[in-house]
């Protein structure tokens, strides 16, 4: 099985890291506004704070420092939650849920295309048993086609499971 992105682990690590899955707030009931908000925090130095952290080469204060950066971004789209922390745990849940999962439907990939015994097994094996204990991240993946039209990007369903809650806003 291909593994999706360390970066989606570190994610969900640092959220776990902030406390347990908060609700997801009123203002992120809306898939787009979702899709919206994941966009804006699919930078490439988000993604390489994360990458850095998986190899133990991110110090605190550069950690602290990206997240100080995620809890700005994200007050412009969770409009109803005041406290940083909360606000960057489910940013950072959204985020993981929706980028394992837009990677996964994705067509082609860096490392190439991917094929439905892959969607399956990925979804099967590790998306799906997360979206069952992690609310917010579900609430992610069930954006990742919503994300992926707002960006314009192709995607399949092929070989993902019928139940899977990726499937939820074709």
């Not at 969607?119 to 094996?125: G, K, L, T, V």
Request: aromatic letters at 8%; a neutral charge.
């Amino acid at each position: 099985m291909r593994v999706v992105d360390p970066n989606m682990d570190t994610a969900l690590q640092w959220a776990n890291e902030l406390g347990p899955p908060p609700p997801l707030p009123s203002s992120l009931k809306d898939v787009t506004q979702r899709a919206k908000l994941v966009n804006a925090i699919d930078e490439p130095h988000f993604a390489n704070s994360f990458f850095l952290d998986f190899q133990s080469r991110l110090s605190d204060v550069e950690k602290n420092q990206c997240l100080n950066e995620i809890a700005n971004v994200t007050k412009i789209y969770i409009l109803d939650v005041e406290d940083d922390k909360t606000r960057v745990n489910i940013a950072l849940r959204l985020w993981s849920g929706c980028l394992s999962a837009a990677k996964t439907i994705a067509i082609q990939t860096v490392s190439g295309p991917n094929t439905p015994e892959m969607r399956a097994s990925i979804f099967s094996n590790k998306i799906d048993p997360i979206t069952q204990r992690d609310p917010i991240y579900c609430a992610g993946v069930e954006t990742a086609p919503s994300f992926k039209k707002l960006r314009n990007e192709p995607y399949s369903f092929e070989g993902v499971p019928q139940k899977s809650v990726v499937r939820i806003y074709p």
